[in-house]
Nanobody, 126 residues
Framework: QLQLVESGGGLVQAGGSLRLSCVGSGKSLDYYNIGWFRQAPGQEREGVSC????????NSADSVKGRFTISKDNITNTVYLQMNSLTPEDTGVYYC???????????????????WGQGTQVTVSS
């Protein structure tokens, strides 16, 4: 059974960078659409970035385009979220999630993922 574990969160100043990791166990993450989501206190969960199976396509929220990049390391079965030029508005708990429903039109940021990690906290100070 697929399990996801996130890491890499922390406290960073505005303008700084962090790289989040999502390690998959049980099966190669290439067989899943993988998404990164975040949730700030008192706010709804928001889709940040995603990639389809085997990284064929990616998609990102407008708020992070040009700043966040999703990628995958095939050797360690890890999906990364590289976050640059961070702002306080990027603060929240970040989750990775796996979706095994075929998405011929690309991965989705609205949700519908079946397996979730436990989350990692990102705090950006001003």
């Amino acid at each position: 059974q697929l399990q996801l574990v996130e890491s890499g969160g922390g406290l960073v100043q505005a303008g700084g960078s962090l790289r989040l990791s999502c390690v998959g166990s049980g099966k190669s993450l290439d067989y899943y659409n993988i998404g990164w989501f975040r949730q700030a206190p008192g706010q709804e969960r928001e889709g940040v970035s995603c990639r389809t199976t085997f990284g064929r396509t990616t998609n990102s929220a407008d708020s992070v385009k040009g700043r966040f990049t999703i990628s995958k390391d095939n050797i360690t079965n890890t999906v990364y979220l590289q976050m640059n030029s961070l702002t306080p508005e990027d603060t929240g708990v970040y989750y990775c999630a796996a979706d095994w429903i075929p998405r011929p039109n690309g991965c989705v940021l609205e949700g519908g993922y079946q397996r979730w990690g436990q989350g990692t906290q990102v705090t950006v100070s001003s």
